[in-house]
């Protein structure tokens, strides 16, 4: 992790894989690897032959996208693995309790919470990856990190406090808190996992797939075996050509819009320019399963391209409309919270002004 980009992440990633000693040892036995996937799996076929992805997947997961310091290693063992889960859902059951009606209100100047844990879904298991527990979803560096160049990591850090700073006007702030588009890259790709609502629906048709992204009801266009549009208008979700290799989707996107630049979430944060290049490659290794591969290329902001892995799992749950405006007060709340400092503001320097006569 870079210097500039550190203080702005949480402990919240370390929180979701923080391990707990007590519960290792107590272990009677080391628990086994997760399976490998079958290199010979044949997955299930569309009437023109190329594999189905058809239903709903799910990416949460309590690993993220960058390595934490209490990892040296891409693989965690399984008898680590199992201690966070077990001692993530303690967590999770204890958050679940009722709350003391005799509690009282908190302190004044305190950070109450927003979220309870009913609203929050972000995994209960470590990602697994061909049998491996993994500790990040970035395989290349090696050392599990966004690689940005110095002047990348300035222009992030500065384009993140000015969408985190500025209140006067609602086009500056984050796209995921305007509603636009998802926080933290859920949907434009790399498509990553973020707190809660992590499924996504695939629809395959002769020559476009359809990704339909839980949050915030987006859904991407992938256009088949065609060009990338001569255009000045960039799409929030980026320009999307695919093709097929063997059994594998491979898909390339860029002319992202420039406002869905900053994407920040709790458990991690990124920056992508317009003309920055993803790369994903879909391919399905198992009834349950999706092997999803991503290579994040611009050399304007990153000193080699970084490469992740990721699963995306088979779920029986289904996608509801995320109306995400609906009793959303964040924005106005914002905004409206600006311009009463700025009167208060006002009326004590007008205040000042008078007594000093």
């Given at each position: 992790m870079t210097s500039l980009l550190k203080p702005l992440l949480t402990a919240t990633a370390m929180t979701l894989l923080s391990t707990g000693p007590a519960i290792v040892m107590a272990q009677e036995a080391a628990p086994a690897a997760p399976e490998k996937w079958d290199p010979d799996y044949e997955p299930p076929r569309m009437p023109d032959g190329t594999p189905s992805f058809a239903g709903v997947w799910s990416k949460a997961s309590l690993t993220v996208l960058e390595r934490t310091s209490q990892f040296q290693d891409l693989v965690i063992d399984p008898s680590v693995a199992q201690a966070i889960e077990t001692g993530r859902a303690a967590a999770t059951e204890a958050a679940n309790k009722p709350s003391d009606p005799d509690a009282g209100a908190p302190e004044a100047g305190s950070n109450p919470g927003g979220y309870n844990a009913f609203w929050t879904d972000p995994g209960t298991s470590i990602g697994v990856i061909d049998g491996e527990y993994r500790s990040s979803w970035i395989v290349e560096p090696a050392d599990g990190k966004i690689p940005y160049t110095e002047a990348g990591q300035k222009e992030a850090f500065d384009a993140r406090q000015e969408a985190r700073e500025n209140f006067d006007d609602p086009e500056i702030r984050m796209a995921g808190e305007r509603c636009t588009v998802g926080f933290g890259s859920t949907g434009a790709p790399p498509m990553l996992n973020v707190?809660?609502?992590?499924?996504?629906?695939?629809?395959?048709?002769?020559?476009?797939?359809?990704?339909?992204?839980?949050?915030?009801?987006?859904?991407?266009?992938?256009?088949?075996?065609?060009?990338?549009?001569?255009?000045?208008?960039?799409?929030?979700?980026?320009?999307?050509?695919?093709?097929?290799?063997?059994?594998?989707?491979?898909?390339?996107?860029?002319?992202?819009?420039?406002?869905?630049?900053?994407?920040?979430?709790?458990?991690?944060?990124?920056?992508?320019?317009?003309?920055?290049?993803?790369?994903?490659?879909?391919?399905?290794?198992?009834?349950?399963?999706?092997?999803?591969?991503?290579?994040?290329?611009?050399?304007?902001?990153?000193?080699?391209?970084?490469?992740?892995?990721?699963?995306?799992?088979?779920?029986?749950?289904?996608?509801?409309?995320?109306?995400?405006?609906?009793?959303?007060?964040?924005?106005?709340?914002?905004?409206?919270?600006?311009?009463?400092?700025?009167?208060?503001?006002?009326?004590?320097?007008?205040?000042?002004s008078s007594g000093s006569r």
């Open positions: 707190l809660y609502n992590n499924h996504v629906q695939f629809y395959q048709g002769d020559n476009v797939i359809s990704i339909l992204v839980e949050m915030n009801h987006n859904a991407r266009m992938i256009r088949l075996d065609e060009d990338y549009r001569e255009t000045s208008l960039h799409q929030w979700l980026g320009d999307s050509i695919g093709h097929w290799e063997d059994d594998t989707l491979v898909v390339t996107t860029t002319n992202f819009h420039p406002e869905n630049s900053v994407r920040s979430a709790i458990r991690h944060y990124i920056y992508l320019q317009p003309d920055s290049v993803v790369e994903e490659r879909f391919t399905r290794v198992a009834d349950d399963a999706i092997l999803y591969e991503f290579t994040v290329t611009d050399p304007d902001l990153f000193t080699q391209p970084w490469k992740g892995e990721m699963a995306f799992w088979k779920t029986d749950e289904q996608i509801y409309e995320y109306a995400c405006h609906e009793g959303n007060h964040a924005l106005p709340g914002i905004l409206a919270g600006a311009r009463r400092k700025e009167s208060i503001a006002a009326e004590d320097t007008s205040g000042s």
